[in-house]
């Protein structure tokens, strides 16, 4: 595994935030490095902060959103080459994606294409995971750079899993050589919405692959734990934080602040507080837990057989526990067709995943049923969690709508998404609501939906309106009748 590059604290680049990112960049005890948001980078057009923030030297890391690793198509390689081409153009170091789906259907299942338009988990079993790892393939011989993974913060839970989160990043790791980001509040999250034990994860998972850790904020509402990255961060986040720092020394730490922007000393006590749980963790070494001593004087205990991965754990349990001198050395011409095995699994394993996972995204997006063995209350909690998340992205890549629409936007929004699915992106999305709009008659006010349309014609061809030529010869003609 080759080794990642000492980041120290970093901050989230946003365009809200940039001049006091500049400010804290480099100072002491500020800015170290800061993480973009891949698909908002150019790299013909590089926003002039983050220029200045790389002639200063300052590593600049992509972050990507949009690949779909965990998806069960291969993945596209525009989106490859796109990444490929931020991560040259930044000068970066390593580039990061998550460990999700974000899109389902299509020609896999003869099933119409639906975009989540969010993060969504993978379930945790063998055909799962063996198409993350071969798409995590896929990746890194497309990409110039080391890779590494984020776990994401989930609301629900797949039936039938095989795996804890640990064995899954466990077993992931060990079959493709990736790097990982840890997000701490993901974790935290987890534990909230799905109760799984922080601990436990990081107990199971190789903290010696972690590249760097992410930290963030969000709120409680109903018993559920909203990953809003909108709110300070909570004492639990820090806390989790400290027992990750007690077991490895994360090459970098980075604060994830993407909305709710507040004043630059927040920002900045904010990351003292990270430092602060930095520097007082006494680190007992990498993977190292309470039962490590246990296992080091010649005692295997039950926590440390919990910490190996799925497949070690399955294997001894069906043929009694193996030691160390008693295991037969594997051959190459076994890895080889242990290798062929999978492959041949491979396109089976795809479908098996595409037809679950379609199954679940068209429940989210589309109203149709439930799949057997999911919590309906929680599926409704995500999909109304689904429809606000596009409410919000389309306000800010469309903001004339919300502008014009008033406090009408957001509930004439939310019942267009419940029968409207996301089949092309954000701003296809926007197109295809106030089409919505004007089609429906919603808000019933005509100063209102004369804004719409107008907004609409000027959007909805190749060039905008204003530049099209019959635009230009209406005008010019309008000139000279009024000069007459």
Not at 77 to 83: F, G, I, K, V
Not at 296 to 319: H, L, N, V
Not at 437 to 461: F, I, Q, Y
Request: charged residues 25%.
């Amino acid at each position: 595994m080759e080794q990642i590059a000492q980041l120290g604290t970093g901050i989230g680049w946003r365009p809200e935030i940039a001049d006091a990112v500049e400010r804290m960049a480099g100072a002491d005890g500020g800015v170290d490095w800061v993480e973009v948001v891949a698909e908002n980078v150019c790299p013909g057009h590089i926003a002039e902060s983050l220029l200045r923030l790389r002639e200063r030297g300052v590593t600049v890391v992509p972050h990507g959103v949009s690949l779909g690793l965990g998806g069960a198509e291969r993945p596209d390689e525009q989106r490859l080459r796109s990444l490929a081409e931020r991560a040259e153009a930044l000068g970066a170091p390593l580039v990061t994606e998550h460990i999700a789906f974000v899109r389902a259907g299509g020609a896999l299942t003869a099933s119409p294409l639906l975009e989540a338009g969010h993060l969504l988990p993978v379930p945790r079993t063998r055909d799962a995971l063996d198409v993350l790892c071969e798409n995590v393939r896929i990746a890194q011989d497309a990409l110039p750079v080391p890779l590494a993974l984020e776990n994401i913060a989930a609301l629900i839970n797949w039936p039938g899993e095989e795996m804890t989160e640990g064995q899954f990043l466990y077993d992931l790791v060990d079959r493709t050589g990736v790097r990982l980001l840890i997000d701490v509040a993901n974790l935290h999250t987890n534990h909230v919405n799905r109760g799984e034990d922080p601990a436990k994860a990081l107990d199971e998972l190789p903290v010696e692959a972690i590249a760097y850790v992410h930290v963030a904020g969000g709120f409680e509402r109903d018993g559920v734990w909203h990953d809003s990255h909108a709110h300070p961060v909570p004492p639990q986040v820090l806390d989790i934080l400290a027992d990750l720092a007690s077991r490895v020394a994360p090459p970098g730490v980075l604060l994830e602040r993407d909305d709710n922007f507040p004043e630059p000393g927040e920002l900045e006590r904010e990351l003292g507080a990270i430092r602060g749980v930095l520097e007082k963790a006494e680190v007992r070494g990498p993977g190292r837990t309470a039962g490590t001593a246990e296992v080091e004087a010649g005692t295997e205990t039950k926590a440390t057989t919990e910490t190996k991965p799925a497949s070690e754990t399955k294997d001894e349990a069906e043929a009694g526990t193996v030691t160390e001198t008693e295991a037969e050395p594997v051959t190459e011409n076994e890895t080889e067709t242990e290798a062929r095995t999978v492959a041949e699994a491979e396109p089976a394993a795809r479908q098996r995943l595409g037809l679950t996972q379609a199954a679940l995204l068209s429940a989210l997006v589309a109203g149709t049923p439930v799949p057997e063995g999911f919590d309906r209350v929680r599926l409704g909690v995500q999909a109304r969690a689904l429809a606000a998340k596009r409410a919000d992205v389309v306000a800010k890549v469309a903001p004339e709508l919300p502008e014009i629409l008033g406090s009408s936007y957001r509930p004439t929004f939310v019942a267009y998404a419940q029968g409207h699915p996301m089949t092309d992106g954000y701003r296809r999305d926007a197109l295809s609501f106030a089409e919505h709009v004007l089609l429906t008659g919603r808000p019933d006010d005509a100063d209102v939906l004369r804004e719409v349309r107008r907004w609409w014609l000027e959007r909805s061809g190749p060039t905008p309106l204003s530049q099209r030529p019959t635009a230009r010869l209406a005008r010019a003609t309008r000139r000279v009748l009024l000069r007459r």
